[in-house]
């Protein structure tokens, strides 16, 4: 092999190994932007996915909250119509008793009256 053959295809060898080297390294540089931005996807997933599991969680103890402040209420309820039923039933025994007491008394101070 001649001299000049011989650096034409040391050239052509130099030439292809920077070519793959330079190919090699493009497609290195690709797969790490691409893992970065895979990456980057999945963090903000994770995060969407924790704030959305944050906000049901709240929204659960916001539901309980409710739910035992609604049997709060209903129990105080359920008091209060056992108070006024309890008044009503007062009110008949003592409203005659007292209505009798105050005619009594009324027709007791018309006759001191009457006699004055």
Not at 4 to 31: P, R, Y
Not at 97 to 104: C, M, R
Request: glycine letters at 4%; hydrophobic letters at 40%; charged letters at 30%.
């Amino acid at each position: 092999m001649s001299e000049d053959a011989a650096l034409e295809l040391g050239a052509e060898i130099v030439a292809n190994s920077v070519t793959f080297i330079i190919g090699l390294m493009a497609i290195i540089m690709q797969q790490s932007i691409a893992s970065a931005t895979e990456k980057k996807k999945e963090k903000k997933e994770t995060a969407e996915a924790e704030r959305i599991e944050t906000t049901m969680l709240d929204m659960r103890r916001q539901i309980l909250d409710v739910g035992m402040r609604v049997e709060q209420l209903d129990a105080q309820l359920r008091e209060m119509n056992r108070t006024i039923v309890a008044m009503k039933e007062y009110g008949k025994i003592t409203v005659p008793q007292t209505v009798a007491k105050t005619e009594g008394k009324n027709k007791l101070s018309s006759k001191l009256e009457s006699k004055s």
